[in-house]
């Protein structure tokens, strides 16, 4: 099996900015007000980076489902996934696609909610009611932040009216973005993720980083190939 290669994650963060830079264009208010992020598709290519993973492990196109389709909750009736992996009727695999460009500071606590929420909802789903049977869900949660000042300084202040974790002591935006993710995964509320920060240039041009070394496109990769073996084993195959 091909490895994601450096090209096609170049590609996909190419098209991430374009798509950006077209729909902040289209908003009456020129983005001001949040207007790229308020748009759709941004995120495509590296839904179709993820995608070829899986139809190298040999899994049918019309197995893997995008356009937000719906996984059932506990908390609530039903949750949009950004894409769904099925096989045989059983749930390989599914996963978020989320980013953030500028408001760091503002946003950050959202999107760490939306992503514990969305996969403590998803796991109360299958130990209350087994929707998805005697396999068990795996989750994906793929992220793509914009590397700027803000996200980049250090010794963001972190008190509470008690005493918060030492280990967030002097994080800037980027490193609490790994250790939230290191600690999903590691504390098993998504079983794999993928970090990935990028710039774009005055000149147009773009460039992207992987600083976190187990949510690179290569771990998600192996990840991906393990997690469709055992279902495949699982069913006989």
């Not at 908003?27 to 290519?45: C, F, L, M, S, V």
């Not at 989320?98 to 299958?126: H, I, P």
């Not at 280990?167 to 504390?187: D, L, N, P």
């Not at 976190?212 to 195959?237: D, F, H, N, S, Y």
Request: proline share 4%; charged share 25%; aromatic share 10%.
């Amino acid at each position: 099996m091909g490895d994601v290669k450096p090209e096609a994650i170049h590609q996909a963060v190419k098209y991430f900015w374009a798509k950006r830079g077209e729909q902040r264009g289209n908003q009456e208010d020129g983005g001001k007000a949040g207007g790229e992020a308020r748009g759709n598709g941004h995120i495509k290519g590296f839904e179709e980076a993820v995608k070829e993973v899986f139809l190298d492990c040999g899994i049918p196109a019309d197995d893997i489902r995008t356009g937000k389709p719906y996984l059932p909750g506990y908390y609530r009736v039903r949750k949009q996934w950004d894409l769904v992996v099925l096989y045989k009727e059983v749930l390989v695999a599914a996963l978020e696609f989320k980013s953030q460009v500028g408001s760091v500071g503002k946003n950050f606590n959202n999107r760490f909610e939306e992503a514990l929420g969305s996969a403590a909802d998803l796991s109360a789903a299958q130990k209350k009611n087994s929707p998805f049977g005697a396999v068990p869900p795996w989750l994906g949660y793929v992220f793509v932040l914009e590397e700027t000042e803000e996200t980049e300084k250090l010794n963001r202040q972190s008190h509470a009216l008690f005493e918060t974790d030492p280990a967030y002591t002097g994080m800037s935006y980027t490193q609490r973005y790994q250790e939230m993710i290191s600690r999903f995964v590691g504390e098993n509320v998504y079983d794999i993720g993928w970090f990935i920060t990028t710039q774009r240039a005055e000149d147009g041009s773009v460039t992207y980083k992987e600083p976190l070394p187990t949510a690179t496109a290569r771990t998600l990769q192996v990840a991906i190939e393990g997690r469709v073996k055992l279902v495949k084993a699982m069913l006989g195959e």
